[in-house]
């Protein structure tokens, strides 16, 4: 990107909306980070339980049922956990504009013509989100059948994991970045109708010396 993305605040019902979102955006993003925690985690207990299963507190560990080998199932919680760290932040991502954009066209531009191109860009993503959240839905609901055990018509190969859980993670995730650019999208529309210069609730490309004084100017204006 050009320079530092800025998200800004105004008194507007669709600040006040970005706010409420954004705290369900930033828990997801947590839940990403956890689970990235968490796969380490099993990845070294795997590995030394590979490793201290060959020395003499093989017997030891064997008693108490820890550290008996490579955790079983390693694979099948990597698969689990996948749509988690891939997919659950995408939103917050997308909110403060820190995604791998294109912008040398988008940086020359200002002004109307700017907020135009980003409001086609994000009513074209748009499109493209709610198909994707459609099918993703479909996915889930051919696996979810509570008429067989734990609800799941299909499971992981090593452990027998329900794959429903994993699958439903998908279009939630879709459903919020949906929802993310529809404020968007009410942003940039109001800011190419009212001839806005920085508008709320959209990610601005700002340098440092432009994000910190719109930010003090923003306190100012809730003080």
């Known amino acids: 990107m050009a320079g530092s993305a800025a998200?800004?605040?105004?008194?507007?019902?669709?600040?006040?909306?970005?706010?409420?979102?954004?705290?369900?955006?930033?828990?997801?993003?947590?839940?990403?980070?956890?689970?990235?925690?968490?796969?380490?985690?099993?990845?070294?207990?795997?590995?030394l339980g590979r490793q201290l299963d060959k020395t003499f507190l093989a017997p030891f560990l064997d008693k108490i049922g820890i550290m008996d080998g490579p955790l079983l199932g390693y694979v099948d919680f990597i698969e689990a956990m996948m749509p988690i760290i891939a997919i659950m932040g995408v939103s917050y991502v997308a909110r403060n504009g820190i995604h791998i954009r294109m912008d040398m066209l988008v940086s020359q531009l200002n002004g109307r013509l700017l907020w135009l191109f980003e409001l086609v860009s994000v009513l074209l993503m748009l499109v493209l989100m709610l198909a994707l959240t459609w099918g993703a839905w479909e996915h889930f609901s051919r696996s979810f059948d509570c008429s067989v055990p734990l609800c799941s018509r299909d499971s992981s190969i090593d452990v027998g994991l329900p794959t429903w859980p994993s699958k439903l993670v998908v279009p939630f995730a879709f459903v919020v970045l949906v929802l993310r650019l529809l404020l968007q999208t009410w942003g940039y529309g109001r800011a190419l109708v009212l001839g806005l210069e920085n508008p709320a609730a959209v990610p601005l490309n700002l340098s440092v010396a432009e994000q910190a004084r719109l930010e003090a100017e923003s306190l100012e204006r809730a003080g």
């Open 7 to 47: 998200v800004l605040e105004d008194s507007s019902l669709l600040s006040a909306l970005d706010r409420r979102l954004v705290k369900l955006e930033r828990v997801l993003a947590l839940m990403s980070g956890l689970a990235i925690f968490s796969l380490m985690f099993l990845a070294v207990y795997s590995v």
